[in-house]
Nanobody, 117 residues
Framework: QVQLVESGGGLVQAGGSLRLSCAAS????????MGWYRQAPGNQRELVAL???????NYADSVKGRFTISRDNAKNTVYLQMNSLKPEDTAVYYC???????????WGQGTQVTVSS
């Protein structure tokens, strides 16, 4: 089992920045990818950014150039630096940990990010 605890959400004006953190505990040795997804009201959950243990990274086109994902394997923590935030970035952001084992993954509880215009 893996437990994920997110922090860093909040309210920010358009153009501002926020940094999200997600700390993993438990069977962290099993984690391959860690990343962030988001879900706005009425929308499906979508990928924001994903980073592998070997630091291979994937971003959604909508956040490229504005968001940066990073990972500290020693601390079992993944970060999402969000710059130049837009109102359309408003959503609940969820941390996800994908293990080496087929179809085994874990979600955090979610953290609200609200960007005002």
């Amino acid at each position: 089992q893996v437990q994920l605890v997110e922090s860093g959400g909040g309210l920010v004006q358009a153009g501002g920045s926020l940094r999200l953190s997600c700390a993993a505990s438990g069977s962290t040795f099993s984690i391959n990818y860690m990343g962030w997804y988001r879900q706005a009201p009425g929308n499906q959950r979508e990928l924001v950014a994903l980073i592998g243990r070997g630091a291979n990274i994937n971003y959604a086109d909508s956040v490229k150039g504005r968001f940066t994902i990073s990972r500290d394997n020693a601390k079992n923590t993944v970060y999402l630096q969000m710059n130049s935030l837009k109102p359309e970035d408003t959503a609940v952001y969820y941390c996800k940990a994908e293990t080496y084992y087929s179809n085994t993954y874990y979600w955090g509880q979610g953290t609200q990010v609200t960007v005002s215009s």
